[in-house]
């Protein structure tokens, strides 16, 4: 008698036959990859930088590896609740439960939108449109927002799109922010503009409404994501990886999809 395969062989196996797609949604991370700028009284994060110890070398004749500096906020990145004053005594990025690294995905396409208008909003009824014809939102999952702006990462100009007046992109509504936090049942937002909130979003009430509501309300962000085109609007899952920095507000973080082929 043949013992059924258990479900992490079945998974294994899958993988190798490609009937389960590994989606890579993570921007690569080099001293070149977009960072977000803040008005100059603040304190700006660090572009990623590598700093060579030995390279087969005098300094390690059979070894190569780096130092390397980076702000916990560039590039693809994982944000922890107490990144934010609202989530300042909830959980730092090295205390986020690993069982909530694995979550399913709603993928919500705006980029049509996005490309008619950079300052596009997504509303509470523009979710609740969408469930209509997808079912609900994941509970314990993630609201991946697809905008078609990892298209622009290319460039920090293009990317952070600013002029006189801020930058310029997509996201969500104060009110749409507010839902996602408080009343949905999401994990947290994900998104592939530099940070969770539109570029408009200093000048909303609250001030930065996806930061304020998700992390207040102990949820996570993940951003600068890209190749959502690739995934359906449902059925995948992510998995997001970020350093466990102890006492750390978030992390770079490599982020996978898991995509069933037919």
């Known amino acids: 008698m043949h013992e059924q395969p258990s479900l992490l062989a079945a998974l294994v196996s ?23 700028q803040l008005p100059p009284e603040f304190g700006q994060t660090a572009v990623f930088e590598l700093e060579e110890i030995s390279r087969y070398d005098d300094r390690g004749p059979a070894w190569y590896w780096n130092n390397f500096r980076s702000g916990e906020h560039t590039g693809t990145h994982f944000d922890a609740p107490n990144h934010w004053v609202t989530g300042r005594d909830l959980t ?39 469930e209509e014809h997808n079912g609900p939102l994941p509970d ?3 609201l991946l927002l697809r905008t078609g702006w990892d298209a622009r990462s290319h460039s920090q100009e293009a990317f952070l799109n600013a002029d006189e007046n801020g930058p310029h992109t997509p996201g969500l509504s104060p009110e749409c922010a507010r839902w996602v936090a408080e009343e949905s049942p999401v994990i947290g937002l994900g998104v592939e503009t530099v940070g969770t909130d539109a570029g408009r979003g200093h000048s909303f009430d609250p001030a930065f409404p996806c ?46 999809a898991l995509v069933e082929r037919s």
């Open 211 to 256: 930061h304020s509501y998700l992390m207040g309300s102990d949820k996570y962000g993940l951003t600068q994501l890209q190749n959502l085109a690739a995934l359906p609007a449902t059925g995948s899952v992510v998995v997001a990886g970020p350093l466990p920095i102890v006492a750390g507000s978030g992390s770079p973080a490599r982020v996978l």
């Open 14 to 36: 899958a993988l190798r036959a490609g009937s389960i797609e590994v989606v890579d949604l993570t921007s690569p991370l080099s001293s070149s990859t977009p960072v977000i």
């Open 92 to 130: 730092d990025v090295a205390s986020v439960p690993a069982q909530r690294l694995i979550a399913p995905a709603a993928v919500l396409d705006f980029t049509a939108e996005a490309a008619k208008d950079p300052d596009f909003l997504v509303e509470v009824d523009h979710v609740k449109a969408w």
């Open 140 to 142: 314990g999952g993630w």
